[in-house]
């Protein structure tokens, strides 16, 4: 049974920082990439950092590069997010993915506002 325990997420005020952590069971975690997605009100759904199984490759949204960062610890089967520089828009549901062998898994999101 896959699993994801999301957690980080909260209220912060711009210009502030956050980690965001997801621990996933019940598949092969170091044989899967990781991903971070976030969803906005009334918008879709958009790919925010992603990083390779093996955590040599990573890829981000142009938008967050150079604030976000995605690392992944496989011994510990979690992938973490590292926001800084946190603007109002960046407020969003954030979820962690697992994608391979022909299956995406999602977790079930955390909230993540940005406001003073």
């Known amino acids: 049974q896959v699993q994801f325990v999301e957690s980080g997420g909260g209220l912060v005020q711009p210009g502030g920082s956050l980690r965001l952590s997801c621990a996933a069971s019940g598949f092969t975690f170091s044989t899967y990439a990781m991903s971070w997605y976030r969803q906005a009100p009334g918008k879709e759904r958009e790919l925010v950092a992603r990083i390779s199984s093996s955590g040599g490759t990573t890829t981000s949204a142009d938008s967050m590069k150079g604030r976000f960062t995605i690392s992944r610890d496989n011994a510990k089967n979690t992938v973490y997010l590292q926001m800084n520089s946190l603007k109002p828009e960046d407020t969003a549901v954030y979820y962690c993915?697992?994608?391979?062998?022909?299956?995406?898994?999602w977790g079930q999101g955390t909230q993540v506002t940005v406001s003073s």
């Open positions: 993915g697992a994608h391979g062998w022909g299956n995406n898994y």
